[in-house]
């Protein structure tokens, strides 16, 4: 079941702000990478390389963790369970935006001069459960 992102939630989010994006190891421990976010509707994209540890344990179990604070208030925070799929990010479309989002258009350009045997994929995250302060406020 899929829930809704408040207006405090979706704000949090659509805010350059550092996630950290936790997945499950084979043996079951967790596995952690500082990520940037955007949103597709209530959908979040996260931006990888294919063969990076997250997307191997992603492929196997989709269940992944998501936590973003307020940069300027490290107090407000949301944290969001869910499941991932993944896709090849042609064009590399979704890293361009996201990499726009947290750089702007000039830092964009610089950032994205990677070899083209790095193929980017984009992780699609439904949200099941949200979490933390942001998602209790009023919004």
């Known amino acids: 079941m899929t829930v809704e992102l408040n207006d405090t939630v979706r704000k ?3 805010s350059p702000h550092p996630a ?3 997945t499950l190891n084979p ?5 952690s990478s500082v990520v940037w976010v955007t949103r597709d509707g ?4 996260v931006s990888t390389v294919r063969g990076r540890r997250k997307e191997r344990n992603i492929l196997r179990d989709g269940r992944v963790g998501l936590t973003v604070f307020d940069l300027a208030n490290p107090f ?3 944290e ?5 799929l993944l896709s090849e990010d042609a064009g590399r479309a979704v890293a361009t935006r996201i990499t726009e989002e947290y750089l702007g258009p000039e ?3 610089e950032y994205g001069q990677a070899p083209p045997e790095e193929v980017r994929m984009v992780v699609r995250i439904t949200p ?3 979490l933390g302060n942001a998602a209790r406020a009023a919004g």
């Open 128 to 130: 099941r459960k949200v």
């Open 107 to 109: 830092g964009a350009k």
């Open 80 to 84: 969001i369970r869910g499941t991932a």
């Open 42 to 45: 209530g959908e979040l994209l």
């Open 20 to 22: 950290v994006l936790s």
């Open 12 to 14: 949090l989010l659509d």
């Open 76 to 78: 407000l925070y949301v």
């Open 27 to 31: 043996d079951g421990s967790p596995q």
